[in-house]
């Protein structure tokens, strides 16, 4: 008896139309039909939100028995039960789909053929199902008058064809967390609303599309028609603006891209993104655009061709390098290139010219974060996948302002921020986060080291760490434990800034979580004490044993789509691909085996170590692909002037950017829709980017530009081709070992990927990379910026990046973006706007040690006293005139973070 | 309902509600600085604030209102009393509201927050001279021995000992039990089992727990739960207390309609007495106001309210049982059904469940509007026949072709089944009909039932919350058809309405869109002969159109 009875509910089935399905717990009747793949029609579920049960048109008949009495219910929010008897087509069933539709259809234009979303239009569609033939009602009240929004650059909104499915205003809440739609009145005269009933343009509206991108009309929709049937092509490919990775379906007609979407089944960004992926493509044919290699003669940069342009290069590096020597010549790698065009460019600094200089834009971002961690765990990419954002019980960002800079990371952060998820977050700004964060701990810039020191001591003081976990798993916890507990609390908590208590709080609080996940991005990185503050984090995951579990871990925020693919590909002067460090004999048998020539065995130089050289003299020719390093790195005078020294410097770019107008050879390069490779996102998921579009003008794929210099250079390469060098890769790559360019899919895989082709989602689950994790004690030390000028510049400037731009602002700054955001702004706090007499939107002067800007101020209590905040994407305003070459001590990251300033209002 | 924005208002809780917050501002700027402080967005405020009459409806911020609920239309007093106030107020400045549960005696307006009604018209001078208070009264009857919801409450402190007695002798399994055994089933009109609700509240895993009362009694011609409010809260309170006792709540609200301005006053009084006994078991109440909207009577629209969230009616499951106010095990139930657990406990559940036919156990408040010779509340044990109620109320005092029992979403009973019908849930049931929250009024021969039926769609779609489609396209819809009938633009088509009545009645989200079809459909098939001409003539003969389910 038990056993059948075991059978029984192992095996629990309901019925669809007189055939048994086995059914699933938890699940909803339309759940359970659409796995069957049983079609029933809906028009406001979207399965990646919650079942709202609307529009009632998913209605099916049930029974709960085989002949029992038979009831209406809507299948998207009615659970599946143990022998329930469903039908899903009926007399009943279809009449009562054709009337609601009918009911619908009496009001709403009835102008299909005109429609944007004709052929792509839910309403279309089930109508069509349903068999409406007309509409019966006599013409009554009606809301075809309604007005459309086209007042944003980018929204479009025509509420005469809305249906009030409310599927915008849930994804402004579910998705994207913003809460800038809603419906005001009620009954049928509800009205879908932005802000407080005013336009897009006037409102908060952030500009995801996710609205846009679920509206089942052309209710909401955006400038670019993004759901017109027009395009013949669609094309999935990868983002390259963040590091999060979002997968992007590209509308092509005629070699022509006509509009963005993102795919409802990437594991990445279910059908969200931000308006940079969605809407800032435009750049791609901007007539700013490189079209045409350019050698500078005369002092002037002329249009030249291809082999001009090459035969120029070759002959340059080659006579160079025999009058200085290979290490007279550097490469600058991009981290938004693929990772074939960055393995290409290491490889040629390294087996084509012979040096290991080479850098990449880590470098100046989470260069310490790849450091710290190795240091710590082994292993310098984030620990764990973003999909433990869902399940884990705490949350820490430090030095990150996710929703700006990583908008669907920072997303599902704050969906569970809002939803209370215990919560610290540690930023000198009052960041979006940070507003609905459990603790806000904003201390001074430059203290991150004192802050986690304090954290360890209250987590130590409260005996909560997890001693399994130290004595099992890892080293140095002695030394480590010994020298927190010696610190003193008042004196760090003057130093940050920060209540003793609430870190108290916070700590005891983080350590307590069953599972706790740690964010970090370049508040962390980006300053003298970087790779330190790596580390204190990884020792904070190690001793509340936060490692290697779903819902754990030290999670890195990649700044740039491919930076860690840049990394992952050996574009750092001491690691080569694979991060194997290249001054053990053994790594270099090991490349000189796989690459055919004897390799250069002595460190490269660093970026900033780059400019010292050619200030010195010793570095003469500089090759950079994809960095507008001019604007983008700190101390922007001294870095000028250092290119300005050098014999010779390349630019490959696809604008002509600050650092473009300083080269000897400008090569036309092709954006990220015009190339095909692959991108490894934040949580080390390698994905396919594929070619929209082919390379405008006369472009060509940087990848392809790297190999036609290789060959004149004498390397025999094959022609760029990602599927081919991935299988090269592939065969350097330790962790790249079973990544092949057929099996990648839409999703991707998170390396390591092993020899059988499967890979990771979680590092470190049994022991480390480096076999134990090692604790690392640093004191807290002021910044040398802060000692040497706070006496004359009394304000800490701190810069960051907004969201509607990205970085230098090369691509967002040419699309409807900069009609949204067209300047930097400084945040003041009001005591010092008072006390400087500074009015909100004035003019300020900010001049540093190193020199000055005017920007706008904003009075704002986003900052505390003493602190201000902007951003550095204008290359009007030139943030970086002012920062300085302060750099972590480990990596020579610079010191963005914490910039001496003082600033007066421009008469 | 937006889980962030329930998590969002809870976190400032019940004394800085978000609701109560957009209730009280009206400038943008204070709107603004409510999204502000709630993290909320802009459009949030105003999207709520936009959903009530009395906020940003286009009956906020009037000086005088007028009822136009069922009763007093039917009663056709409300003419008089518009002229009435036209003599001191504009036009502009008098407003519409849904019932003020003065159905007795009708004639009913508010004029700054205080309800009037019956002859008070006529002594409007002397009111606004604040010379004269409404001279509002009405009959109490038990129509029973020992009355559970009528009997008088002498000593408040020894009202609640009760509790404080049983609390030492028995478990809190063995109390729940009690309520269980008792029968009591939910007196709002969905006769869900109370006992069960509030096990299912006990067992539900939660780290803080609410009680709720729905005293949002908007069904025009209901006002046996303003009765209890206003003469015996404490009956009330204690319900909700022995609630809160037996499934973990330490925080019981109110959630009072606007219109029972009295009934505020009278509860918080009485909440103030309660404060005093400082009884064992720590509990807490908060009296939420409500702005004006009918489906806050819903239970999921009344806790996405008090939220502070657009009151919508949500899905279920998840029921308030598991995820309710703030996303937290709530136990939701109506005045009356609060005000039944002292007798319950006082005289045991077997004496309860003893009453009535063993399905509906206990007794029944009527309201009984002013076509009965002797309007009021009367109190009957369930199983009583219909017309002795009708009897005991003198009769009517006018001639009468129908009642409506059961609010507008009750049914619509034609005088002739006044015999077959009970008080109880299984006859109204039987017959086609529906107990509901058990209001009683007359509908008078001189009523067109064409004019009722267009009475009904408009009260439907004024209240429609909007969110399903066949109630928001659907009441519209069904209001446009009929008033084209008697404008004799366009005659009804008995198939298009069938299939209007069914999509409502099968499709909708909730009872108001749902139940709205059961009156109507009442009139079609009892009173064919008088629609009969409002309809084509090529389908007049299919009148009725419809059977009932």
Redesign the interface.
Known sequence: MARSEDQKSSQQVAFIDGQPYAIEAGETILQFARRLNKHIPT?CDDPRM????????C?VDVALTVDGPRK?V?S??T?IAEGMHIETENS?IQ??RR??VE??L??HPLDCLTCEVSGNCELQDVAAEVGIRQV???E??NHLHYPKDTSHPYMRSDLSKC??C?RCV?A???IQ??????????????RI?????TSFDD??CVSCGACAQTCPTAAISDKFFSKSVEATDKVRTVCSYCGVGCNLEVSVKNNEILSIRAPNDAEVNAGHTCLKGRYAWRFYNHSDRLTQPLIRKNNQLIEATWDEAYDFIADKLISIKKQYGADAIAGISSARCTNEENYLMQKLMRVAIGTNNIDSCARVCHSPTAYGMQQSFGTGAATNSIKDIKITDFIMVIGANPTAAHPVTGAKIK?RL???CPSIVIDPVKTEVA??ATYHLQLRPGTNVAVLNMMAYYIIEADLVDQNFINSRTEGWQDYESAIRALDMDELSNICGVDKHLVREAAIAYAKAPTAMSFHGLGVTEHSQGSRTVMSIADLAMMTGNIGRPGVGVNPLRGQNNVQGAADMGCQPHQGAGYLPIDDPKNQAYYQKKYGVELPTNIGYKIPQMYQAAQEGKLKALWIMGEDVAQSDPNHHYVVDSLQKLEFLVVQEIFFSETAKLADVVLPGASFLEKSGTFTNGERRIQAVRAAVSPIGNTKVDGQIVIDVMNRLGVTQPDYDPAGLLEEISQVVPFFAGVKWAELGDNGKQWPVLEDGSDTDILHTETFKRGLGKFHYFDWEESNEIKSNSTSFPFILTTSRNLEHYNAGTMTRRTGNKDIVNEDILLIHPDDAHRKQINNHATVRIFSARGEVKLKAEISDKVKPGILYTTFHFPDDMVNAVTSSEADRETLCPEYKVVSVDLEQVA | MSKNIAALARRKGLDDGLFERIREQKSHQQKQQIAKDFLVGDAIVQGSASFYDFIEGENAQKKAYVCNGSSCLCAGTQPQVLSGLLQHFHQDDIGHVACLGRCHENASFQISGENYSGDDIHQLDRILDQQAESGEDYAVVALCDNPILTAKITDTANYYQLIEHLITQQSRDQLLQSIIESGLRGRGGAGFPTGIKWKACADAIGDEKYIVCNADEGDPGAFSDRYLLERRPHAVLFGMYVAGYLVGARTGVLYIRDEYPDSIDLCEQAIEEFEQLKLSYSFRFKIVRGAGAYICGEETALLRSIEGQRPMVSTRPPFPVTEGLFGKPTALNNVETFASIHWILEHGAQAFNARGNRKSTGTKLLSLDSVFKHPGIYEVDMNTSLSKVIEAAGGFSKPVKALHIGGPLGGLVPVSKIDDLTIDFESFHEQGFLLGHASILGIPESMPLIEYMEHLFDFTAAESCGKCFPCRLGATRGKEMVRNAIDQKQALDSELLTDLLETMELGSLCALGGGVPLPIKNILQHFSDEVRPFFQLKNQSSIPVTEVH
């Open positions: 028009l919650e079942a709202y049960g609307s529009c009632r048109v209605s209406v809507a998207c929010h659970p009943r009449k009562l009337n609601i009911l619908v009496t009001d019966r009602y006599a009554g009240e249906i009030n409310y849930r402004c809440d579910e967390g913003e809460l800038v739609l809603s419906v005001a009145g009620r009954g049928f005269d509800s609303i932005k802000g407080m009933d409102s908060p969906q809002m939803k209370g507003k609905y």
